[in-house]
């Protein structure tokens, strides 16, 4: 693109590929360019290892976009720069914000690498994704599993001594892991550059440099394309609502606001003592759209989930009254989140149709994954984690009480397409474990656990579970340590990674359970309204008309049900959590039945476990049933 249209685009909002002409470029060996938006700076240079961080060499001023190519200095791959930005006599040192490599931790430049040359394999996963996910392009919920592993590349595991692994180790052990245990996603807590680890990458100074804690850009290639080789796609969490007041960063980059809002009713987000992107300016646009077009092209991605987006899209939120002006009919919507996310989700399925968007918003906007909204592929579920859990907190004899936040749930299933999310955020600070958050002593504890899965896994909407839950770590998950994976010599830990496999493997042969998550014909209820006793029935349906029957019991009480079904023939139990591989208690349904005429329809008699979870199949001409 030459420089003036890529200029002229930038300016304009519409440089998807602002990367390509801003930041540090190598044009020959030894010869690199570099240029940097500061248009209210009175002057710029560029310093770094090659000239002693010296205020020596000025780049030139082209409509607020300063260059400079620099030839016959000792320059290479590797080495270290700054921007010294000068604005009313005063000097300040800052990082490239459109960097590929950094510093990280307590050293804060940016450093020079050329992204071209490695070799991805991944063509057949690539191909896969192409022909499964487009339909992300038509507003439609993908017609396949997706069982998604949330991780911290930090604390999943460590070296002995307690270091990092680096992104080729950590791309071996973890492609292994989750491919074994039948998950096919990965979501990564952010990896863009973050000076702070306490932020657990939230608080972005670099976003377009995967954080060199784990090693080089080319060897996070290596973990997305050893991702792919196995067939677990990789979702990004991207944070396009704040950054955070590090000097080097973004933060008042030419001596003043610049990508953050200049009014003081929209620049901080004071809750996180952040700045807030002003997405109404055409540059901030392009900035943010080309970082997530950036990581589609350059990293193969296959997602980005965009993290509380809630103050982006309220004028009022975290604000009191007084501290935020409303719009001129009086409404808190803000208008330019709302243009902005238009515009992102569009021109993301122009150019990556195959490539997901995901929402975090937690106060119900509307049609935050429909073509007339903010054109979002998915959802998370907001409400999901926080009414389930206070469920399974419950003593069970109380639980009839809010029985109601079980159903909501479904209620609301297909609102949105939805991601059911057991996230970080719901296991750390105070709020326990998922082990730890159930109620009984300890048998109950993992017998509940292992119910309230299988309800999240035959429920309508993709899934999300963070990690060291599917072994049941007690502890609250700690960003500065490894995950507690000696508790696999525990038995009943051993026992419930063996449950999650299982179920796991489960979600993902029974077309039933994803087939139709976006409507209501991939659900119907059987029984919904047994809450004295903690159960519920329903039925999960494919689009050719085979069911699954859900039968879950919350309570500590072994039951004998007549199960209505869906017509004549012969069923089998088709999973129990209460088998004893799993550490439960061996009240299962081996015989296969034949359903018989009762009640006004057919059905079968079982034994549902205590706190248990039982799938009813559907065998049709299967004499060995």
Aim: overall charge negative; glycine content about 8%.
């Amino acid at each position: 693109m030459a420089n003036d249209l890529a200029l002229y685009l930038f300016k304009q909002g519409t440089n998807y590929k602002a990367y390509e002409y801003l930041g540090a470029h190598r044009e020959s060996k030894g010869v690199y360019t570099f240029r940097v938006w500061a248009p209210n700076a009175d002057a710029v240079y560029i310093a770094g290892d090659f000239n002693g961080w010296q205020a020596d060499i000025p780049m030139k001023n082209d409509g607020g976009v300063w260059s400079i190519t620099l030839k016959g200095f000792p320059i290479g791959k590797g080495d270290r720069y700054k921007y010294i930005i000068e604005r009313d006599g005063v000097r300040r040192f800052k990082a490239d914000p459109y960097a590929f490599f950094s510093e990280t931790m307590s050293n804060t430049a940016s450093r020079l690498y050329n992204l071209e040359g490695f070799e991805w394999t991944d063509k057949g996963y690539m191909d896969y994704r192409a022909m499964k996910y487009t339909c992300l392009k038509d507003g439609e919920m993908p017609s396949v599993p997706m069982n998604i592993y949330e991780v911290h590349l930090g604390s999943w595991q460590r070296n002995a001594d307690g270091g990092f692994l680096n992104y080729r180790e950590l791309a071996d052990r973890l492609s292994a892991y989750v491919k074994r245990m039948g998950y096919t996603h990965i979501e990564l807590l952010p990896i863009m550059e973050h000076p702070f680890d306490a932020s657990w990458g939230y608080q972005v100074c670099g976003y377009y440099a995967p954080t060199s804690r784990f090693g080089t850009p080319h060897d996070f290639m290596y973990f997305v394309n050893k991702m792919h080789s196995v067939g677990i796609g990789v979702i990004l969490d991207w944070v396009p609502a704040y950054f955070p007041k590090d000097a080097h960063g973004l933060y008042e980059f030419d001596g003043g606001p610049l990508y953050e809002y200049q009014g003081e009713d929209r620049m901080e987000q004071k809750e996180w003592d952040t700045r807030c992107f002003d997405v109404a300016r055409n540059e901030v646009q392009s900035f943010l759209v080309s970082n997530a077009m950036f990581w589609a092209d350059k990293y193969h991605i296959d997602g980005l989930r965009a993290t509380a987006i809630t103050p982006m899209l309220h004028l009022d939120y975290g604000r009191n009254p007084g501290e935020w002006n409303p719009n001129p009919d009086g409404s808190s919507i803000n208008v330019q989140s709302v243009h902005f996310f238009k515009k992102l989700g569009n021109e993301m399925k122009r150019f990556y149709p195959d490539v997901m968007l995901i929402a975090e918003e937690n106060t119900n906007y509307p049609h935050i994954t429909k073509k007339d909204g903010l054109c979002f592929d998915m959802k998370w579920n907001a409400s999901w984690a926080p009414d389930t859990l206070k469920y399974i907190q419950y003593d069970p004899f109380y639980r009839k009480e809010i029985h109601e936040n079980l159903k909501y749930s479904i209620l609301c299933a297909f609102d949105e397409r939805f991601i059911l999310p057991l996230y970080h955020g719901e296991l750390v600070h105070g709020k326990k474990s998922l082990i730890d958050k159930m109620a009984g002593d300890y048998y109950q504890k993992f017998a509940c656990a292992r119910a309230y899965l299988g309800y999240m896994m035959t429920h309508p909407g993709k899934k999300l579970t963070f990690m060291g839950s599917e072994f049941a770590q007690f502890k609250e998950w700690d960003f500065d340590d490894s995950l507690e994976w000696f508790m696999l010599g525990y038995d009943m830990h051993a026992k419930f990674q063996c449950y999650v496999a299982d179920l796991n493997a489960f979600y993902l042969e029974n077309p039933e359970l994803w087939e139709q998550d976006s409507n209501w014909e991939g659900f119907r209820w059987i029984d919904e309204y047994r809450r004295d006793e903690n159960v519920l029935l329903y039925d999960r349906v494919a689009k050719d008309g085979s069911a699954l029957t859900v039968i879950i019991n919350f309570a500590p009480v072994q039951r004998r049900y007549h199960i209505p079904l869906n017509g004549e023939g012969i069923y089998r139990e088709v999973f129990s959590s209460d088998e004893v591989k799993y550490g439960g208690g061996g009240v299962t349904n081996k015989i296969p039945q034949r359903a018989v005429k009762q009640y006004g329809g057919y059905g079968i008699k079982i034994w549902v476990p205590p706190m248990g979870f039982t799938v009813i199949k559907k065998i049709e001409g299967n004499e060995k049933a």
